[in-house]
């Protein structure tokens, strides 16, 4: 498995819980705290509509957001060819890190190209 670095806002708390997530799955993020977040997400080509609060890269894909670890395991293992990365766009409840008492809303994770294109990779 290629290394995973993610990249977060020192003052994030659903990050963290994000990558304790990852951490109990058997993962071993590399953590780095940025302030600059919104250049860094430019640099990758994250589109715009698919931002959340952190970023990940891990060998050539990039991960934005709250995806589940099942899912980043999912992309490192079949690495689909002509996609940059996979995203949860906004931040919603019950995705890993935003784990809410009695709330979890349905939400896709969805694959992205350099190009803009998405295409649906999971669904919870």
């Known amino acids: 498995m290629p290394p995973l670095t993610v990249y977060k806002d020192p003052s994030c708390g ?6 304790e997530h ?7 993020p590399v953590v780095h705290d ?7 997400k430019d640099s990758l080509g994250v589109p715009a509509a698919l931002r959340s609060c952190h970023t990940a890269v891990a060998g050539k894909y990039v991960i934005e957001g709250h995806v ?6 999912r992309l490192l ?13 906004d931040m919603p409840a019950g995705s890993p ?5 009695g709330r979890r809303d349905r939400y896709d994770v969805m694959a992205f190209s350099a190009n ?9």
């Open 68 to 73: 589940p670890a099942s899912d980043l395991k």
């Open 22 to 28: 990852l951490r109990a799955a058997g993962l071993r």
């Open 34 to 40: 940025r302030s600059d977040m919104d250049a860094l």
């Open 116 to 124: 803009g294109k998405t295409t649906v990779f999971a669904r919870h």
């Open 97 to 101: 890190g935003m784990e809410m008492s």
């Open 77 to 89: 293992a079949t690495a689909p060819r002509g996609i940059l990365g996979i995203a949860v766009p």
């Open 14 to 19: 659903c990050c963290t819980k994000w990558v």
